[in-house]
């Protein structure tokens, strides 16, 4: 007498097995009750909103700050200047009769009106050191291009 091999037989069958289907195959099978996912969704979905919100602020800040030091930089090196500046050093930048002027006198020492003191990097960027608390550079940027 051969034995035959269960696996064999689970192999062959052609109809799908009984405990993977999705419904019960018979009258005295366990009841299958789908489950309410509604509160997982929603909770899945307003953290990953407000994940998503966060990313997007952040973004924008990290943005803005780019924004921000590329028009200084541009404000400064268009600035009319006498001298080549050396890395390191603190510069003050001054509007005089609606022209900038890049200076190294201290603003306690030249009363023209100061919008900002700058430090010139080894990468030849000019960091802000200090704003004058009346000069918006937003503001400034965005009147000029919409006078222009």
């Known amino acids: 007498m051969s034995q035959i091999d269960p696996i064999d037989i689970d192999l062959s069958q052609t109809e799908p097995r009984a405990n993977y289907l999705p419904y019960p195959a018979s009258r005295l099978a366990a009841k299958i009750v789908p489950q309410d996912l509604t509160s997982f969704k929603s909770y899945g979905i307003t953290r990953v909103e407000r994940e998503l919100q966060q990313e997007m602020v952040e973004l ?19 600035a009319h200047f006498n001298f080549e500046p050396v890395v390191g050093e603190l510069y003050h930048l001054y509007e005089i009769n609606g022209k900038r002027q890049l200076s190294m006198i201290e603003p306690q ?36 291009v919409d006078g222009e």
């Not at 924004?67 to 090196?77: C, P, R, T």
């Open 109 to 144: 020492g030249w009363h023209q009106r100061w919008l900002g003191t700058f430090r010139l990097n080894a990468d030849r960027r000019w960091q802000v050191e200090k704003v004058a608390e009346d000069f918006d550079i937003r503001a400034y940027v965005s009147t000029t």
């Open 60 to 78: 924008r800040e990290a943005y803005m700050k780019i924004i921000d030091a590329f028009n200084w930089n541009k404000l400064v090196y268009e």
